[in-house]
Each structure stands twice: as C-alpha cells, then as structure tokens.
C-alpha cells in the first residue's frame, strides 16, 4: 500500500526553522529515520522510504504553503494514490505549541495550504496532522509569529514533540487514523 504524506511549508533559507514549516520539519524527522534523502522534482522535494510493506511517499512543496495543492495533486496522480491515503501534517495556531491532533477529515481551520489543497483536489475528504504552534502574536501580527522562529527555550521540547509527531504518521499508515487518534490525540 502506498501513501503521501505532504508536510507543508515555505521554501528557502529564511523559513528554515520558523512556526510555519513544522510541516516540512516533521517530514525531514521522518525521512531521517531512514537515511532517505529529498531530492529536487516538479512542485516538491520528495523522497521515500518503506515500512512494514508499505510505501510512503514523502513531498515538501515548493510551491509555497499557500499554493500547496497544485503539488499534492500532481504527486497524488503521479504515485497513482487515491486522496483516501493522504496525509497532510500542517502548522496550526490553534493549538498550543507542540500539541498534536490527527483528523480524518474536515475544513482548512483558516489555514491557506489547507484551503488550497481542498479547492484543488475539490474535497475535504484527507487526512490532517496538525502540529500546535500557539497563537502570541499581537492583534494583525499573525503572519510574522508565523513566519517566526521557535524560542531558544521551546526548541528541545518542539523537536522531541516533532518526533511524537513523526510516529504518529508511521501510526497511521500501519494501524489506520482511527486507532493513531486514539493513541496519540488526548497526549
């Protein structure tokens, strides 16, 4: 069985580290878990890696968050995956940093790489991993807290969250989402 996983972010050296690319953070733990290497392709860097008979595709789009959708339905028709068994793992300011909640469906939450990725693939129907960033911004602020780095004082809990985060996603292509929010949403 095979599945895409799609971390979203923004490319470039000045969103490296930042709120915003916990998508793309949360893919890199896992593909290093493996030694798998991203390599440049169309809209995305991608890589994959096998687990337990199954293969998981692993996508950054290049495409910046806003626009992610046009990356993850070519990869989607390109692997020849159905949208049944993708995963999308998404920065949310909703969420208390480092706080995960895994859903099997659902609308974007105001969050744009979400709304695009429905527009584009024209359903809601897909799985999402949502990854706490925590919302102190001041009011009109939200982009640079966003697009802001981790705190030197939150950065070790972050990564060891990122790493819960990361077993969630092998969680889910082995024992489904239904179990892995059992197991990983009230933690």
Not at 55 to 70: A, F, H, R
Not at 107 to 124: F, K, R, S, V
């Amino acid at each position: 069985m095979k599945y895409l996983i799609a971390g979203l972010g923004n490319i470039g050296e000045q969103y490296a580290g930042t709120r915003h690319n916990a998508g793309f953070d949360i893919v890199e733990e896992l593909a290093s878990r493996k030694e798998s290497v991203f390599q440049s392709g169309r809209y995305a860097w991608h890589t994959s890696l096998k687990f337990k008979g199954r293969e998981l595709v692993l996508i950054k789009p290049t495409t910046y968050m806003n626009l992610s959708g046009k990356a993850v339905r070519y990869w989607l028709e390109k692997e020849n995956i159905p949208v049944e068994q993708l995963l999308v793992v998404v920065d949310d300011i909703a969420l208390p940093p480092g706080e995960l909640r895994m859903k099997k469906k659902g609308g974007a939450g105001g969050h744009n790489g979400l709304e695009d990725i429905i527009a584009i693939l024209g359903t809601e129907e897909f799985a999402r991993l949502r990854f706490g960033i925590g919302d102190q911004y001041l009011r009109g602020r939200q982009a640079d807290f966003v697009l802001s780095p981790w705190e030197p004082e939150e950065r070790d809990a972050i990564r060891e969250r990122m790493k819960i985060a990361a077993d969630m996603i092998i969680s889910y292509v082995t024992i489904g989402p239904e179990r892995t929010m059992t197991l990983f949403n009230k933690k």
